[in-house]
């Protein structure tokens, strides 16, 4: 690696450590590279960032948005928790377990760990608590959150899936079966950690209400991913059908949310869209830099002459570093065209690839000191970070178990994309 690489990273670093906001950090970076070491003209900078963002597969990031603001503003992700809570509420670990199959549920809507952080703590962390601990509640909240990055449709996954010219509907079905096994791992977990309860009675009419209720919201996944798989829609279509949806069942339907309501909503998720879209552009004219100045070809010489086994380790290792301290698109943007080439070399597929990142870096979201989702419980919980953070220690070895398994086990990833 060239000394002015190294230097471009130092840049970023030390932006970073003066707590600059990451785009602005990635676009001093790539400016460096383009203009003062490879003397492109300046106008490159904005082309760049322009071709970044003007992809069709994007539209489905502002649509997913919107419809988890919907979720939130009214009483959806409740009606979910009830359906399972009222099902559940007699076994062990009943609730944190409805929590847990809630937040999958939750990740076919809308894609977006932290508005499931917000949803799910303000519903079940007091219940939880006074069951079964503080600790376990407050962690459970803010990890569970996680599988809405790997349940598709998943934002990263899209993301991926443009950065590196990978189909999105494949990454899609890829990530159902990891997203089922960290469900797994976490739900055993709960089970063994939980107090045994006394069993109430529930009543069949009691189960059918909740069901009943719960309709609105349980249609959705399945209007969404029956609606790509079925052929019917494209996945920036199925963004566009579940914002739909979810405006017209929260509107409409069920009437929570008054008409006053929706300027807020719409401006919190143009916001939203305007900062990960901000994120991409640079982040893409950051990795059209380091590509001018040969990096890819340093990675893919360095790492793709490593066993296969030693190349995943290392990169489960850079990509746990990584999401503690990078929004998980910037860091999909600058890594993954990097590493996909060294990662082809070693016939690596690029799907499995994929989940990898989105698995690791879905980890990052609640892991100290910078995952999005311990801020987002901070500011529901009132919580100090030191408290969150000590709470989520037993949430992310159980979610690194899932990572080396899911790693070393190719065939969890690429099997449902391979038969569909």
Known sequence: MTMEI??????????????????????????????FVNHMPLQSIFTVMFEGITKNSLLA???????????????????????????LRNIRAGIPIACLVSNAIFGAISGSPPAATAVFAKIVHKPIADSDGEALATGLVASAAGLASIIPPSVIMI????????????????????????????????????KKKEKAP?????????????VPVLLLPVLVLGGIYGGFVTPTEAGALSAVYCAVVSIFVLREIKPRQIAGILRDSMTTTAQVFLLIAASAFFARALTIS??????????????????????????LIVGCFFDPSAAILILAPMLLPAAQALNISPIHLGIIFTVNLSVGMFTPPFGLNIFVAQ????????????????????????VLLITYVPSISTILPAIL
Do not use: H
């Open 6 to 35: 190294a230097v471009a990273f130092l840049i970023l670093l030390v932006l970073i450590g003066l707590n600059v906001p990451i785009y602005a950090c990635l676009l001093a970076s790539g400016l460096y590279l383009m203009v």
């Open 61 to 87: 990031i502002p649509f997913f948005v919107l419809a988890g603001n919907f979720i939130s503003g009214g009483s959806l992700g409740r009606r979910l928790i009830d359906v399972f809570s009222s099902f």
């Open 159 to 194: 993301i991926y899936g443009i950065a590196t010219d990978t189909s999105v509907s494949d990454m899609f079905l890829a990530g159902v079966l990891p997203g089922l096994c960290i469900v797994g791992i976490l739900g055993v977990y709960l089970v063994l950690r939980c």
């Open 202 to 214: 529930v009543s069949g009419r009691e189960i059918l209400k909740a069901f009943w209720r719960g």
């Open 294 to 319: 040969q990096l890819p070809q340093w990675v893919t010489a360095t790492f793709g002459s490593l066993p296969q086994i030693q190349f995943l380790l290392l990169l489960n290792i850079l990509l």
């Open 379 to 402: 500011s529901v919980l009132g919580y100090e970070m030191k408290t969150i953070s000590k709470a989520l220690v037993p949430f992310i070895i159980l979610y690194l178990v899932g």
